[in-house]
């Protein structure tokens, strides 16, 4: 079964910096796709980036980018230049190439301070 | 983008009650919708699987019997949580996925209490 581990339950940036949130997963699958979800206290959930594994280049969005280590099984998430409202829980998800089901870790509430 | 829109948003009920949520795609057709629950602080745990036009699947450990699922249109998902009891309350979300590709949308989620 895949699994998908957040070592890091909560991490706290100061306004204007960058903080890494890590995870990792463990699958047997070559064809793969991992996510990085944001969860605000609003409770809806917004895909911030995605990566598919047969790509060997990071994938970036604006201040978001993932450091994606295939063979480690490594998928970590980096935020840039944080703002306030990048505060919220951040969910890394998983899923395989063959269904659409995802299989979420457990989760990092990022703090944003001033 | 995509919209799924879920409702109830909030829902309060009496133990031995049955509660329906409903999971519609606006603007797209939904052939597989999934639904997920999500308790304080906790991550989002799978229970179900949704086709249209076929009986749902289930992960293991969760009662079919108690969260019946109908998928009966390409827009339109409905969880039915019969006879509920306060271990029940809970986040419940659905998500449905456009036409088979990677992209999935969420709607944004029914709070379940109990009572």
């Known amino acids: 079964a895949q699994t998908v581990t957040q070592s890091q339950p909560e991490m706290s940036v100061q306004e204007a910096e960058t903080v890494t949130l890590s995870c990792t997963y463990d699958?047997?699958?070559?064809?793969?796709?991992l996510f990085w979800y944001k969860q605000p206290p609003s409770r809806q959930m917004i895909l911030v980036i995605r990566?598919?594994?047969?790509?060997?280049q990071n994938a970036t969005e604006n201040r978001f980018s993932v450091n994606f280590q295939k063979a480690a099984k490594s998928f970590s998430l980096k935020i840039s230049d944080s703002q306030l409202g990048d505060a919220a829980m951040y969910f890394c998800?998983?899923?395989?190439?063959?269904?659409?089901?995802?299989?979420f870790g457990t989760g990092t509430r990022l703090q944003v301070t001033l | 983008g995509a919209v799924v829109s879920q409702h109830p948003s909030r829902v309060i009920c009496k133990s031995g009650t049955s509660v329906k949520i409903e999971c519609r795609s606006l603007?797209?057709?939904?052939?597989?919708m999934f639904w997920y629950r999500q308790f304080p602080k906790q991550s989002l745990m799978l229970m179900a699987t949704?086709?249209?036009?076929?009986?749902?699947?289930?992960e293991q450990g969760v009662e079919k019997d108690k969260f019946l699922i109908n998928h009966a249109s390409l827009t339109l998902s409905t969880l039915t949580v019969t006879s509920a009891h306060p271990e029940d309350s809970s986040f419940y979300i659905c998500?449905?996925?456009?036409?088979?590709?990677?992209?999935?949308?969420f709607g944004s989620g029914t709070q379940l209490s109990v009572l």
């Open positions: 998500s449905a996925s456009l036409g088979g590709s990677e992209k999935l949308f």
């Open positions: 699958t047997s699958e070559s064809d793969y796709y």
């Open positions: 990566q598919e594994a047969y790509k060997q």
């Open positions: 998800a998983y899923r395989t190439g063959t269904a659409s089901k995802l299989t």
């Open positions: 603007d797209f057709q939904a052939t597989t």
């Open positions: 949704s086709n249209e036009g076929s009986k749902a699947t289930y």
